[in-house]
């Protein structure tokens, strides 16, 4: 394992250090390429009163007609921040937003547009604050988890947060900088679950058995979803706000849309491919603990009959979070009566079927390969087959 994994590892740090984005795309990144002259300000609401206001394309009929007024509110609020604290604005919310969350006192956020060629600052809504709901959610769930995972659970958040920093100062501006799409993520993908394997679960032969699965179903869902873009002629751009980022991006710009689609295919089968191969390697071990006098054979077939129930509920958890996320354009496609098959084929559909397909492609194939490796290796190490109680040593209970 050692002759593996490590160097597997050590081979994303290289990576890294090879591809890190200079400086100046770091900057970019951090500080946003494109310079709006929006600034953003809480504000509290003092009042909010129903009216009536000019219809635009957010009001938009099913005929397609816009209609000349629609309801609306006119809200009044006080900035509380900012060298505009204490200033009162007149705005109005977007459609669709629900009037409790704009009563009086409600805490709102405001745009300010500052003043061009001689006419007055613009100000307009932004959005509800969300701040304390979202927080207050957040630590329901570190509670939660510290209660029921202990601290492992409390050190996998933490593995979580470090991800998301590398993905955050290193992926992102890599790939906006235009470097290799598959060798950013890869290498990114590899530091992060050696980290966050290692630190949740421990240093061991179960963890470093799981990381060799999840680094082989990698490569195979990075080849998959190159081959499938390739084969399936993939357009980069689907949408407008396809065009908008490929214009940001500049000359690069088509290059660096198809690196993002490969980049998410990877990272969208990261979560679920580590989740299978640990459950895999625990599964081969425990059957190991209660079985000292299993072969090889015995513990792979116990452990596919695990791993096969496994597949078959990730399959589900896959297909119905993708519907779940899409639902809004699947109502539009019933209402339209679109072709199905016309409109699967095509634009963002085709892209998400790849990105599926490949991802579960690979975590089916490495269910089978970490459980034969997971059976090699348990067979090489001593299992706890006694437990302790009361001071006199019993088997474990199979």
């Known amino acids: 394992m050692l002759l593996v994994v490590v160097p597997l590892a050590l081979a994303s740090v290289i990576g890294i250090a090879v ?163 598959l060798l950013l993520t890869l290498s990114a993908s590899v530091a992060i679950m050696t980290v966050v394997g290692y630190l949740t679960h421990g240093l061991s032969l179960r963890t470093s058995t799981a990381l060799l699965g999840t680094f082989v179903g990698l490569a195979l869902i990075a080849g998959l979803g190159a081959l499938g873009a390739w084969t399936a002629s993939l357009n980069p751009i689907t949408g407008q706000e396809d065009y908008q980022l490929a214009a940001l991006l500049g000359d690069h710009g088509l290059t660096a849309l198809r690196a993002i689609f490969l980049a998410g295919v990877v990272l969208a089968g990261l979560g679920v491919l580590n989740d299978v191969t640990i459950t895999q390697v625990s599964a081969v071990w425990e059957l190991r603990t209660a079985n000292p006098a299993a072969t090889w054979q015995d513990l792979f077939a116990g452990g ?17 979070a993708y519907v779940g996320a899409s639902l809004p354009v699947l109502l539009t496609l019933q209402l339209y009566g679109l072709p199905l098959m016309r409109t699967l084929t095509g634009g963002v559909f085709a892209q998400e079927i790849v990105r599926t397909l490949a991802g579960s492609i690979g975590l089916v194939l490495a269910i089978p390969l970490t459980t034969a490796v997971a059976a090699i290796i348990a067979l090489r190490s001593e299992p706890a087959t006694l437990r302790i109680r009361g001071g006199h040593s019993h088997p474990a209970p199979i």
């Open 304 to 320: 596919m009959r695990i791993g096969r129930d496994h597949v078959a509920s990730t399959i589900y958890t896959i297909a119905f």
């Open 19 to 181: 591809t890190w984005p200079p400086a100046a795309s770091q900057a970019a990144s951090s500080a946003g390429l494109v310079d709006t002259g929006v600034q953003f300000f809480r504000a509290t609401v003092t009042a909010a009163v129903e009216t009536t206001c000019q219809g635009t394309q957010e009001n938009v009929q099913p005929d397609g007609t816009v209609p000349q007024t629609v309801p609306c509110l006119r809200v009044q609020a006080r900035v509380s921040e900012g060298p505009w604290a204490g200033k009162q604005v007149t705005v109005y919310p977007t459609v669709g937003t629900v009037n409790r969350a704009v009563r009086q006192g409600a805490p709102v956020v405001v745009e300010h547009y500052p003043a061009t060629d001689g006419a007055e600052d613009i100000w307009a809504f932004a959005d509800v604050e969300r701040t304390v709901p979202l927080a207050s959610l957040a630590l329901a769930f570190l509670l939660v988890t510290a209660l029921v995972a202990g601290w492992r659970g409390m050190r996998a958040l933490i593995g979580l947060v470090l991800a998301m920093v590398l993905l955050w100062i290193y992926l992102l501006p890599g790939l906006i900088a235009g470097e290799n799409a």
